[in-house]
């Protein structure tokens, strides 16, 4: 009775293991399947429904850093700031080198005005030397100083993202922001060009070209831009009447 008890054991094991191991397989598809899906409600603006399915992701697969990662990112985006920054440290315990996750830190401290521990972060995120996105914590410091009143400071932040990477359309956009406070209004209309130029439905840099040319005198300049900038934009939009409000 023993030996058909253990050669019924020996028969079932791999069985059994076979059963299981598929059964993790089917597991890690559908958290994939959710954090897929999460991804993308996320970037065309869905943020609740990004959050409901990531969360599947993340009840199915704790200890995936990527779907932490991006529950940071969604519950930053709907202003629940303690919760994405928990989420974030999660994210660091599962992969301590994730210098998007500093990053991301840093925005959240920014948020909350703890500029010490903000900068701490953005420091942290540029010394891992494979981060690959150097310039988004460079612009986001730049953001830090414009928050803090720093103008000075924060226009180099600028300068330097649209150095590293001369195709970040916000990075100018802020130059061109920071100029103006300066009283720089004929470089920051370079500044608000070179955005308009990257991306042409960057509404708030047409807005900014606009009262830079103003600022200069310029208002032939001005109605071009406003013509220019509702073209692009689209006529009927809400930024082509801002445009047009901007001339009276």
Sequence with gaps: MKKIFLLMLVLTLPVLFIACHKQ???????????????????????????????????????????YWFLKSSIEFGLGNLLSAEESARQAIQLKDDCAMCYDLLGTIATEQKRWAEAYA????????????????????IGIMFEKQGKYNDALGKFEEACRIDPSYDRAFLHKGDMLMLLNQAEEAVFAYKQATVINKKLCDAWIGLVKAYRRTSDYKKALDAVKQGCQSTEESSNCCKNLQFLLH
């Design 24 to 66: 993790e397989l089917s597991q890690d598809k559908q958290c994939e399947i959710s954090y897929q899906t999460a991804n993308n409600h996320f970037f065309e603006g869905r943020l609740d429904q990004a959050l409901l399915e990531i969360e599947k992701a993340n009840a199915g697969c704790p200890r995936i850093w990527k």
């Design 121 to 140: 972060y953005f420091q942290k995120a540029l010394g891992n030397k494979e981060y690959r996105t150097p310039v988004v914590t460079t612009y986001n």
